[in-house]
């Protein structure tokens, strides 16, 4: 059964930081891409980063510079580390596994950027 959970979000201050975490289960986990991905209230869900099997990653133009995501395959976890937040980062984000036609969705966790 595949299984992606994310932990970590919450409420947090703007230009603070939050880190997110994705423990998967159910799959190959080192041969998937895996994505962040974020959806606010009456926007259309959004490519936040992605990192490929071989490490490379790509980013948001809204979050360059700010976010960093990494895997550690050996726990078949990926990470989205959010820096210098902002209120517009507020979402749900969701984690996201591909390889070929296989797609697979977390069930979100909520960062809310607010004073």
């Known amino acids: 059964q595949v299984q992606l959970v994310e932990s970590g979000g919450g409420l947090v201050q703007p230009g603070g930081s939050l880190g997110l975490s994705c423990a998967a289960s159910g799959f190959t986990f080192s041969s998937y891409v895996m994505g962040w991905y974020r959806q606010a209230p009456g926007k259309q869900r959004e490519l936040v980063a992605a990192?490929?099997?071989?490490?490379?990653?790509n980013y948001a133009d809204s979050v360059t510079g700010r976010f960093t995501i990494s895997r550690d395959n050996a726990k078949n976890t990926v990470y989205l580390q959010m820096n210098s937040l902002k209120p517009e980062d507020t979402a749900v984000y969701y984690c996201?596994?591909?390889?070929?036609?296989?797609?697979?969705w977390g069930q979100g966790t909520q960062v809310t950027v607010s004073s």
């Open positions: 990192i490929r099997t071989g490490g490379s990653t």
């Open positions: 996201n596994a591909k390889w070929r036609w296989y797609d697979y």
